[in-house]
């Protein structure tokens, strides 16, 4: 799959149309985005389905990037009724996420 470029309106729309969403900040050169990435797809789809993932490609997207406050990648943004809840940086502990969207899912139900 290609990558294409993500506008600020296109993020705009893909958050307000999802209750739930993670941005998931990457480049194609990033090799420990590239081991990430899967994995963290495959962690939403099995515990947080509710949970829509979008991809932003930095390099594409410095714009968006930009006023998004995206200085590392991957950084993963993650978003509640419209709002930021929080992010995560470069390095992603699964089991502590797990914990912080297990309180904030549990609340979609």
Known sequence: MRSKQTTPEELHLF????IAAAVYFST??????????????????????RIKFLYVDVSLSKELSAQQ????????????????????????NFEELREELDRIYKLLS
């Open 69 to 92: 406050n995206i200085f590392a990648v991957p950084t993963i943004l993650f978003f509640f009724d419209g709002k930021e809840f929080f992010r995560k940086s470069r390095i992603v």
């Open 28 to 49: 194609p050169d990033c090799n420990v985005c590239k081991v990430l990435k899967p994995k963290f797809i495959e962690f939403l789809q099995t515990e947080f389905p």
């Open 15 to 18: 958050i307000s149309s999802n």
